[in-house]
């Protein structure tokens, strides 16, 4: 597709609903495929989805690629629901949630007698998304153990529960997500290069958001109308001149940092027009003159000292752990702190880590 074409192209009036074949399913399926709406009018946006219309004719499996908060789970909602096995299980996995004993039992089960606790016969989420597609969030979290079982289910559809004598296989699609710093763990063998190959065979890099030109103030709105439709708020629309800083501002938090903004400012706003604007330019330094939700002038004292420390707050974790690759006892020893007082920081941010 050329760049007039993408000019041109209207993804909602195109293909309202994709993913949707026949009016019988439509019911079922938009329920859904509500709580992950792909918006965006950009050229990267409409690149994107326009990928995501080609990866989801093919069964093979996928490696999305992209900074944290630019929708990776929800790009593979849309893959799996606009393919033919739309009709079936998606299955999500975030592999950093589990311990190193753990995450392989989860994956593909376990018998009756095969530790201390395995009191009956358990299926893993291999078996459980049987002709769907299983998600496997923070793949690059996965223990060596797990990324050779792994490969091998890759290779034939074969694995074996935990305690079993007989391998059993199964149709599934495997759609893997990582932060992008995969091939720095393959260099310093953390993660199997072979695996690498399998999982990337069809690979999609997703556009941060500062990449996205005009998506964000989209994306604010569509927040907005959200928020208000979910919790009773003031304001009745957003003030479009205080929105200047939108394209400028880095967003290191991507689209999970936007959505948290409009939700938080929305509900705290008392007037009739929700004012926002950032606390830390670009370069990093504070603005004299406004602050999270416009001018300082319109908060107490401490309001606007609590909104630009939290925002400051959200924006150095967001790079701390860049910096870490996802690494929360790297990131504590780089910010000075102590892990478990860091780890809850990052939960009250939304920000996970690979060993949380």
């Avoid at 997703?206 to 928020?227: G, H, K, Q, S, T």
């Avoid at 957003?238 to 394209?247: A, N, Q, T």
């Avoid at 790079?319 to 996802?326: C, F, I, N, T």
Wanted: charged share 25%.
């Amino acid at each position: 597709m050329n760049q007039q074409e993408l000019d041109t192209f209207d993804p909602s009036k195109a293909k309202p609903r994709p993913w949707v074949t026949s009016p019988n399913a439509a019911t079922a399926l938009d329920r859904e495929t509500d709580s992950f709406t792909l918006l965006g009018n950009s050229s990267a946006f409409k690149r994107m989805l326009l990928l995501v219309d080609k990866l989801s004719k093919v069964n093979a499996p996928v490696l999305l690629e992209g900074e944290t908060g630019t929708g990776k789970e929800m790009v593979a909602r849309a893959i799996h629901y606009r393919g033919v096995r739309r009709g079936q299980a998606f299955v999500p996995l975030n592999c950093g949630a589990f311990p190193d004993n753990l995450i392989e039992s989860e994956l593909f089960g376990h018998v009756k007698g095969a530790f201390t606790d395995a009191r009956t016969d358990q299926p893993g989420l291999v078996e459980t998304a049987a002709g769907g597609t299983l998600f496997l969030d923070e793949v690059d979290s996965l223990t060596p153990r797990a990324q050779v079982a792994l490969l091998r289910f890759l290779q034939d559809g074969s694995y074996r529960p935990i305690g079993a004598r007989v391998e059993r296989k199964v149709d599934v699609r495997v759609i893997a997500a990582t932060n992008g710093l995969v091939d720095d763990l393959v260099a310093s063998r953390a993660f199997r290069c072979d695996l690498l190959y399998r999982l990337r065979i069809l690979g999609m890099k997703l556009p941060p958001l500062r990449d996205r030109e005009n998506d964000a103030m989209l994306l604010a709105n569509f927040f907005f109308a959200r928020c208000k439709a979910q919790f009773p708020s003031n304001p009745q629309e957003i003030d479009r001149g205080s929105c200047s800083w939108f394209r400028s501002y880095a967003w290191p938090g991507n689209v999970r940092e936007l959505e948290g903004l409009v939700y938080r400012e929305t509900v705290m706003c008392d007037d009739a027009t929700l004012r926002l604007a950032s606390p830390v330019c670009a370069s990093g330094c504070l603005p004299t003159t406004e602050g999270p939700l416009g001018e300082f002038g319109n908060r107490t004292y401490s309001s606007a000292k609590s909104a630009v420390l939290e925002q400051f707050e959200r924006q150095y974790l967001s790079q701390l752990m860049e910096r870490a690759r996802g690494n929360v006892s790297q990131a504590a020893r780089l910010a000075g702190k102590e892990r478990r007082a860091l780890g809850k920081l990052l939960k009250k941010h939304g920000i996970t880590g690979r060993d949380m």
